[in-house]
């Protein structure tokens, strides 16, 4: 099962740059790696996503390493509306299906 | 809808009762997902559909726990004889599945917040 790996929580300051650190041992060859951010009481909502490299947009820049095992997900200058969880999400390699698992996610405190 | 649609965004119901939460995906999107979310907690796979069938269900909890989706559209998610740890907000999710590169894009409508009482 494709398990991803990532810390419980950060605090960060306001205008500081937050790296969350997700390991995926499993990843699939053909699988781009995902990023959602939740807001309490909303359903999670895409960030960013990459295949190798790095990726950049609006929101938020995802570093991902030549062997894919692990991404960084980079928050530039973050702020308190920032503060929501952050997932990296997988799939299970060995079912043959779209079966997307969320792992537990990190829970950034963005403190003022 | 420009966006997942559920229904409703909150339920009530007393132990034992049978409930039903509705989502309607994004026009087009083969693949709809349920998920469960407790209080303070991560996501919970239950169930995927590719189109009207469901090639994984290894998620539900128990057998009390059913979902149907039709038309390649619209799911229902059905709770028998709901107990008290059932209670939660349960999210779906659609997209745009297809063959290549799995992108993992889920668009995910905002819940049904269930409290069994």
């Known amino acids: 099962l494709a398990k991803t790996t990532q810390p419980i929580s950060m605090d960060s300051y306001e205008g500081q740059e937050v790296n969350i650190t997700c390991s995926h041992n499993n990843i699939a060859t053909n699988d781009y790696i995902t990023w959602y951010q939740q807001f309490p009481s909303q359903g999670p909502r895409f960030i960013i996503q990459g295949y190798k490299t790095k990726v950049t947009n609006e929101v938020a820049s995802l570093f991902i390493p030549a062997d894919r095992k692990s991404s960084t997900l980079s928050l530039p200058r973050v702020s308190l509306s920032d503060t929501a969880v952050y997932y990296c999400?997988?799939?299970?390699?060995?079912?043959?299906?779209?079966?997307?698992?969320f792992g537990t996610g990190t829970r950034l405190k963005v403190l003022a | 809808g420009a966006g997942v649609s559920q229904s409703p965004s909150n339920k009530v119901t007393e132990k034992g009762k049978d409930v039903e939460l509705r989502c309607d995906p994004i026009s087009g999107h083969t693949a709809l997902y349920w998920y469960r979310q407790s209080l303070g907690q991560g996501l919970e796979f239950l169930i995927y559909?590719?189109?009207?069938?469901?090639?994984?269900k290894s998620g539900l909890p128990s057998d009390r726990f059913s979902a149907e989706r039709t038309g390649g559209s619209v799911s229902t998610l059905t709770i028998q004889r709901t107990q008290q740890e059932d209670s939660a907000v349960y999210l779906c999710?659609?997209?745009?599945?297809?063959?290549?590169?799995?992108?993992?894009?889920?668009?995910f409508g905002e819940g049904s917040r269930l409290t069994v009482l």
């Open positions: 559909f590719q189109g009207n069938s469901a090639p994984d």
């Open positions: 999400l997988g799939r299970d390699p060995t079912s043959g299906t779209y079966k997307y698992i």
């Open positions: 999710a659609s997209s745009s599945s297809g063959t290549g590169l799995n992108t993992g894009e889920l668009f």
